[in-house]
């Protein structure tokens, strides 16, 4: 089992940067592909940024692109996802996800472990 735990999501001004973090116990990230989801209001949970185990591979939707980057460290068990240009669109409950690869992490009905969520709020 795995256990996911998001931080370091908060109150922004448009412009503004953020860097959440997501970090696993209970068993190593090592061979899973991780991912990031969001969640706005109202609205279903969207794919935003994967990223493949060996950190080879990444994938972002075309609404972060050129804004957003995931990374990670899997000495630390550790997933980042890099923050810039925050609008209010971006406001969101955010997620860290865990897969088997690249492919279903990015669908969340294929995701095998989710986190609790960070709130990420965008002010104009």
């Known amino acids: 089992q795995v256990q996911l735990v998001e931080t370091g999501g908060g109150l922004v001004q448009a412009g503004d940067s953020l860097r959440l973090s997501c970090v696993a116990s209970g068993r190593t990230l090592s061979f899973y592909s991780m991912g990031w989801f969001r969640q706005a209001p109202g609205k279903e949970r969207e794919f935003v940024a994967a990223i493949a185990w060996s950190g080879s591979s990444q994938y972002g939707a075309d609404s972060v692109k050129g804004r957003f980057t995931i990374s990670r460290d899997n000495a630390k068990n550790t997933v980042y996802l890099q923050m810039n240009s925050l609008n209010p669109d971006d406001t969101a409950v955010y997620y860290c996800?865990?897969?088997?690869?690249?492919?279903?992490?990015?669908?969340?009905?294929?995701?095998?472990?989710w986190g609790k969520g960070t709130l990420v709020f965008v002010s104009a």
């Open positions: 996800a865990a897969a088997r690869d690249t492919v279903a992490v990015r669908v969340a009905a294929q995701v095998t472990y």
